[in-house]
């Protein structure tokens, strides 16, 4: 047998100091032969552990899918399930609504329709003088048509304040200043119509009857006290809260400086207080109509009064599709002599005119509007 032969010990690995002290690969042309690198070097061909081997790709990970379509389909056909989900829910109001308004005058019932199309023309016009900025008129128009839709999801008006600002945001309006022309759209509208309501009961007897809706001091010493806590907690989180009073600072200056700039524009200042003046009196004049239809039997000043004693009172009232108001309507109607199956049917009517109707157009708007990214 042979001996076996000694082994050897494997040379050590070459370190980065003489890797770099290796001359660089001259450049083509130069006629030197380029040395070879060390063996277990960058560029020796040796392949390390767990690297790929020369020539070979690299395993490739699939991007992970972005659902987009899907969500986008969601968004567009949430509305629909929305308005049809309300619509079974109050199957008896629909329902009592519908025959009323079959036997009622169909001349006066196409003239509140007429007045409720007019109702978003001027929230348009207000929401357009507003904001220095110009908008187009026919987006803005769907916008404000779709938002009686998004009301009925949000309460408080939140629905068409949040598709209003997608609007804005979608036509590059930053987000500070768009919230200021929000908040100064609803400024003029409760402006507006306080300032009719004072001069509807400066002109017409039937305010005495409002006596009996008001609350008695029992009720008003606790409402008092709530919003004038809610009004120290705000101006306390303000003064201590730094991160919180830094943004609330930068939108009020951003609201004061678009609100000097749209009152330098005659143009902006018609739009923005002559819709808003114009939006309680189209609705005024929806109801009206309505009673009219079906022989209501009150003059159209005491209608038009209660519209807004009834709007004014509880308009701020948190209930989607504006079961309060109603509720504050009917009360109203009866308080100025109207039988209470009639107010009842004038406000089924008149909600059915505003809000009802339009709510499955209005959801088609808004799916067609988030289908066209508008929003």
């Known amino acids: 047998m042979s001996s076996l032969s000694p082994s050897r010990s494997l040379p050590p690995p070459p370190s980065p100091a003489s890797c770099a002290a290796r001359p660089e690969t001259p450049a083509p042309g130069s006629g030197s032969p380029a040395p070879a690198p060390a063996e277990g070097c960058p560029g020796s061909g040796s392949v390390a552990p767990g690297s790929p081997a020369p020539g070979s790709r690299m395993p ?20 629909l399930l929305l308005a049809g989900g309300w619509a079974m829910a109050n199957r008896p109001v629909v329902y ?3 025959r009323r308004l079959v036997a009622a005058d169909p001349r006066w019932l196409l003239a509140g329709a007429g007045c409720t199309c007019l109702t ?13 900025d110009p908008l187009p008129p026919g987006l803005l128009l769907a916008s404000q048509f779709a938002a009686g839709a998004a009301n009925h999801v949000l309460p408080g008006g939140l629905g068409a304040h949040a598709v209003t600002f ?31 309501l004072l001069v509807f009961l400066a002109a017409s007897p039937a305010w005495r009857r409002l006596g009996d809706l008001v609350p008695d001091g029992r009720l008003l010493v606790p409402l008092a006290a709530v919003v004038g806590g809610a009004l120290a907690l705000a101006g306390v989180l303000l003064t201590v809260v730094r991160p919180l ?23 902006r200042v018609l739009a923005l207080w002559g819709g808003a003046v114009a939006m309680p009196l189209v609705q005024a004049g929806t109801l ?18 209660a519209c807004l004693a009834a709007g004014t009172a509880v308009g701020a009232v948190p209930a989607p599709g ?54």
Do not use: M, N
């Not at 978003?120 to 220095?132: D, E, F, T, Y």
């Not at 609007?167 to 009719?196: C, D, F």
């Not at 939108?251 to 143009?267: E, F, G, I, K, Q």
């Open 60 to 79: 490739v990970r699939p991007a992970a899918r972005v659902p987009g379509r899907p969500v986008r389909l969601v968004l567009c056909l949430a509305p």
């Open 96 to 98: 009592e609504g519908v």
């Open 120 to 132: 978003w023309v001027a929230a348009s016009c207000v929401r357009q003088g507003a904001l220095p």
């Open 166 to 196: 997608r609007l804005l945001r979608r036509q590059g309006v930053p987000p500070e200043r768009a919230t200021a022309s929000i908040g100064l759209y609803s400024l003029a509208k409760s402006t507006a119509k306080t300032v009719l």
């Open 245 to 267: 009073r830094r943004p609330v600072t930068g939108l009020l200056r951003s609201a004061l400086a678009d609100a000097r700039a749209v009152h330098t524009r005659p143009c």
């Open 322 to 375: 504006g079961f309060a108001v109603d509720a504050a309507l009917v009360w109203t109607l009866v308080a100025f002599g109207s039988s209470p199956a009639v107010a009842t049917a004038t406000v089924i009517g008149y909600r059915a005119l505003t809000d009802w109707l339009p709510l499955v157009p209005g959801a088609v708007v808004l799916s067609g509007l988030i289908r066209a990214k508008v929003l």
């Open 288 to 305: 009206a109509c309505v009673g009219a239809a079906l022989g209501l039997g009150l003059p159209w000043e005491q209608v038009v009064l």
